[in-house]
């Protein structure tokens, strides 16, 4: 699989975590949780403090996603937004940027 694509995968990966992570919290009538960092690396295991307001800021676009800080890749992604626990990052590379937006679990729901 080409790098690329298979960044996108691990990306799209993490999002579907953090979509399991925000319905659990909405039943258990949170404000706010831990999401996972959202970046290209299989091996991170950073925690990101978020309300679930931000959460779905996050989700509007299928081409955001949610960073630790120092975790974006300027090769296929560019950071929108640092709100400091965690920063908003949009995929520009073509091939990435397609690739998250087709794997969106919000537009293909199950």
């Given amino acids: 699989m080409e790098d690329k694509v298979r960044r996108a995968h ?3 990966l993490f999002r579907s975590v953090n979509e399991r992570i925000a319905a659990s919290a909405e039943r258990f009538e949170a404000d ?6 959202e ?13 679930l307001d931000e959460y779905e800021d996050v989700r509007a676009d299928g081409a955001t996603f949610m960073l630790a800080p120092g975790h974006a890749d300027a ?3 560019r950071v929108l937004e640092d709100r400091g626990r965690f920063h908003i990052v949009e995929k520009v590379q073509k091939t990435v940027r397609a690739t998250v937006q087709r794997l969106n679990p919000r537009a293909n729901p199950a």
Avoid: G
């Avoid at 690396?41 to 950073?46: A, Q």
């Fill in 75 to 77: 090769d296929i992604e």
């Fill in 39 to 51: 970046c290209a690396d299989p091996n991170c295991t950073h925690r990101l403090d978020a309300t």
């Fill in 32 to 37: 706010s949780t831990q999401f996972v960092c």
């Fill in 10 to 12: 691990t990306e799209s």
